[in-house]
């Protein structure tokens, strides 16, 4: 999702948020390497915590994001995170604009912080490929009976998102083969999108997405999942599987249950500005435990 002024003006001052607790494993990796889009970057809208030590600030990458979680608790002594707000695959190896008229600049090729002795890196990568997180803005409806989304999408019993995710399958296995051909060596880590949106018809007018609508993003979502599942098999990398154990923490839920936040750029969870359709802190905490389970059991 693109970061827009009238979205930065939504944000105020945000406290002190939560952290994943330290791992007791003792260090197993000295070079660690995170890639992906604003679900890896885990985007926030608070100036205060968007960190430009890697990436520009226009990628809003946040300064206690999944990785860096697990880069400090699992005491990595070298790390770069390279995801970024918006970011394609394409954008492995191009410089990515980011933030336009806000927080100008440019994200170098993603794959530039990769080494030969590269040894650990996770990667989340696709959503902007499909263009799933741009379409949730189309589905928006002041009427529950209606189902923007679908008759856009789906035309004469053609579903074209599903294309899309079909069309960006290739581009995610040539990703992982690039991250393999940069750093041989590194133990690879795909990670999924968590449940953002359940097909439990929704929370209308909380989220002003009618329930047909609803079912059909979730939908989507495990179908965009199981493309990533299909690719890490392929290429031989560790999938991370953290849709199944975010089941009833979806956008629609209760304050200090949910993980993700809906369409309103305010999170309770630490209170302060969101990214609409994005892990809060809760979120964030919850995607660093499930890659730290995976990296020490």
């Keep these: 999702m693109r970061i827009t002024p009238a979205l930065i003006a939504a944000c105020a001052a945000i406290g002190t948020v939560l952290t994943a607790p330290h791992s007791s494993a003792a260090p197993g990796y000295d070079e ?52 970024c707000a918006g970011a394609v695959t394409a954008d492995m190896v191009v410089d990515q604009p980011v933030g ?24 989340l990568i696709g959503g902007n490929d499909v263009g799933l997180a741009a379409t949730v803005r189309g589905c928006l409806t002041v009427d529950p009976a209606v189902s923007p989304c679908q008759r856009t999408w789906v035309v004469d019993g053609v579903d074209r998102m599903s294309q899309n995710i079909a069309a960006a399958e290739p581009h995610v296995t040539a990703a992982i083969e690039g991250i393999r051909q940069r750093s041989p060596d590194a133990r690879v880590l795909m990670l999924d999108y968590f449940e953002g949106v359940a097909a439990t018809g929704g929370c209308f007018p909380t989220i002003p997405i009618s329930p047909t609508d609803v079912d059909w993003l979730a939908a989507k979502l495990v179908e965009l999942d199981a493309m990533l599942a299909r690719v890490a098999q392929r290429t031989g990398v560790e999938f991370v599987d953290t849709y199944t154990g975010s089941a009833g923490h979806d956008a629609c839920q209760a304050p200090g249950v949910r993980w993700a936040e809906g369409l309103v750029p305010y999170t309770s969870d630490p209170p302060g500005p969101a990214l609409p359709f994005h892990p809060n802190q809760l979120g964030v905490n919850y995607q660093a435990r499930t890659v730290i389970s995976a990296l020490t059991a």
Excluded: H, K, M
Aim: aromatic share 10%.
């Design 32 to 83: 660690y390497v995170a890639l992906g889009d604003s679900w890896a970057a885990d985007a926030t809208l608070a100036p205060s915590l968007v960190t430009t030590e890697f990436v520009p600030a226009g990628c809003a990458q946040r300064i206690d994001n999944y990785s860096r979680q697990v880069a400090a608790a699992l005491d990595i002594p070298t790390f770069r995170d390279a995801a």
């Design 100 to 123: 336009r008229d806000l927080w100008p600049g440019a994200n170098t090729p993603q794959f530039d912080r990769l080494t030969p002795t590269t040894d650990l890196v996770t990667v």
